[in-house]
């Protein structure tokens, strides 16, 4: 019998990480700036939150732990690690105009390098005493729920049981989606990553938009790697744990074509995808979980090919997607 | 700040000469250097001039060493030499990592499935044949679609990667030896069936292979009929077209020779140098391919240049990492490092800045 009420808790906590990384990654894109750069601004999201609350569970004994700086440090860290990264990113692509490919492969390969590195060497580093990286106490106050979410039955735990960084991802896909859609801001966003020329003429700071967009998208993705961190893995950070989940934000955002809202739902069945071997009744033959695990890649490429095959204008990528932009060479 | 800005104006420069060019990007990389050993600095507390003196004893300390080195350059060269003529073309072939290994999957497939039955020669023969054929079929996808129906490339050969990855994940564990450990061991152990013949030392097959590889590169890029179509389509597919050049096929032809090359690496990887397969076989090389392919401005004899700089400084910083008992991703960062100066680089060749004195009167 197929547990539908212990699957889809377990899916959304997949789908989580995935939802940011794939909500900022939107937002990104949609400035027509492709960042490959998003796995490793996940990792480094993901372990500026860490390093902060190491060194703050180090000064401070767990008792006197105060709730809002326990939170407050791993997200400001985790802000600014994926701030800087973003506007590395941008100072390259824009201000620089360099390739975007290249910059975002190489920022992914610093960014996880950063994460590996930090993570494998943070404790040698600070000369502590602790076995391992383990952050429990931050990690309570992270993934605690509502009070009242275990009395509820089935409901409680499909719809309650999460930390709050669960439900702030939805928030934020939502505003992200309202934003997009039905403000000026968003439609002028748009504008600079359909056609910058055009955008520019009519007096939008093309520049501004595409720095404003990314740095914003890598905030948000970094959270991603906070919330795996924090929340999914207990405070516990093993280097490459996080996999190739930044690469799969990715696949998402062609998935649902350029939508934040509809990634809610697509994450949490990506998510879903990722642990449904755990589900199917495939005997002892443990091979047949790898190949569960291509589903999400697969049904991306089709979703891909077809999308360029039906050539619907509103399902197109950003038309300047990966182009740079030089106001003198129009 | 506002004021300063409105200095500056920016303008495309006309053809720098090339020892210009190459001054700022030798300026470049000596600031890279000079940024990564302050980070290694900062990090364990050593003088940079030791640090350096660390790199270079990780990269070529001994004869073996030296020979690793040689080894790893071989193959991050073929890979970014693989990855080369569709990125002249504009095509952004993101799939080397699962072009190559896809190769060595087949590799291993042959290997396991057909030592049984045929003679040493035979296998190694459809080894060859396996190997350049998958990776040719991973290369011919992504460039089908985009021929067709202008699929976005970037994103298809990503998925590509990672589908070749679940799948080598899936026959690992198929054919895991002992059943259970989730690894497949050394293949043929006792008999090395399927084991590339050795010239010289177990090394020098892989390099002989890529030196010869780099010259065919430079010739097709630069003196064959395809090398010329390949220029011309990337500059411009319409030009391409009203010149009679049949775009389609210029894409797929020149992205089945990327993936059965990227093949060719994976048979080498699996055939010649680890006698293995596991799912991380090709190391992240193919995504730094495409970096040491864009810094070298598709040239494939500058790309020995730079391949070599990455790998120095990838072994050195495993060097560095040992002996001060950190995290060897340390080269990841000094990567990432070099690569950022290098970009940032191309504007100050691409661009001129001009400084304009009398913003009053202008305004």
Redesign the interface.
Known sequence: MFDLVSFIPRAVMQGIPLLYGSTGEILTEKSGN?N?GIPGVMYVGGICGVIGSFFYEQAVPAESMNAFLAVGIPMACSLLGSLLMGL?YSF?TI?????Q???G?????????????????LI??TNSEVPSIALSATSAYFSKSLPFAGSLGWFGQVFLSYGFLAYLAVIIAIVASYILKRTRVGLQLRAVGESPATADAAGINVTRYKYTATCIGSMIAGLGGLYYVMDYACGVWS?NAFG?RG?LA??LV?FTIWRPNVSILASILFGGFYILYLYIPSGLD???K??Y??IP??V??VV??IV??R?KREHQ?PASL?LPY?R??R | MRNLVKQIHISKRTELPWYKAWAIRGVAILLALVACALVTMLLTGENPISIYITIFEGAFGTARRTWITAQDLAILLGISLAVTPAFKMRFWNIGAEGQVLIGGLATAACMICLADTLSNGMVILCMILASVLAGALWGFLPAFFKAKWNTNETLFTLMMNYIATQLAAYYIIVWEVPKGSGKIGIINQSTEVGWLPQIGNQYLLSIVVVVILTGFMYLYLSRSKHGYEIAVVGESQRTASYAGIKVDRVIIRTMVLSGAICGLMGLLLVGSINHTLTTTVVDNRGFTAVMVSWMAKFNPIVMVFTSLLLVVLSRGASEISSTFGLNHSFADILTGIIIFFIIGSEFFITYRINLRKSVEKEA
């Open positions: 492709l490959l590395l390259l201000t620089l105009r360099a390739n490919n290249v910059t492969l190489a920022l992914t390969t610093f960014g996880v390098g950063v994460g590996n590195f930090f993570g494998g060497s040698k580093l280097n190739d690469w990715i696949a062609i443990l091979s047949v790898e190949l695990k291509m890649y697969v991306t490429l891909l090919i360029s095959m050539k990528p990966g030089f003198e060479e």
